[in-house]
């Protein structure tokens, strides 16, 4: 049977993949969905993929959060897609200017990629989920 047009959801527009095995990211991704009140975003675990997304490997997603526009099929990285969340869920709004000053993007790549490489660190995380054919 057919399901009436009327009554489904559309897909969000844009996708959060995460690392589901690390307490500090999924605290993370948990805390912004919370601001994501026009709920466009779904938040997921790549652990929870049977496939990466188009573009991108299981280590690319062991290394950095990336958020998809699903209709462009655009990528943000890391920093880049914490700005891009700056933007889309309202109460961050106020930190838009702030990470979207010129230059400011290199100070946060060196702090994203710091913490990315300490999350484990930061929070007891599960080792990465090894795929096999890495």
């Known amino acids: 049977m057919a399901s009436n047009p009327a ?24 805390w912004l969905s919370r601001l994501d009140w026009l709920r466009q975003i779904t938040w997921t675990p790549y652990q929870s993929l049977e496939q990466p997304p188009e573009g991108l490997s ?4 062991d290394q950095a959060a990336y958020l998809q526009h699903t209709r462009q099929h655009r990528l943000y990285r ?9 933007v889309l869920l309202p109460p961050l709004l106020p930190v838009a200017p702030l990470v979207w000053l010129p ?22 995380c599960a080792p990465p989920d090894r795929r096999s054919g890495e």
């Open 58 to 61: 299981w280590a690319d997603l």
């Open 103 to 124: 230059g400011v993007d290199l100070a946060g790549l060196v702090l994203y990629r710091w913490v990315a490489a300490h999350r484990r660190r930061i929070s007891r």
């Open 7 to 30: 009554t489904t959801t559309p897909p969000r527009r844009w996708v959060l993949y995460y690392d589901g095995d690390c307490g500090f990211c999924t605290w993370v991704a948990r």
């Open 78 to 86: 890391g920093f880049y897609a914490f700005r891009r969340l700056t």
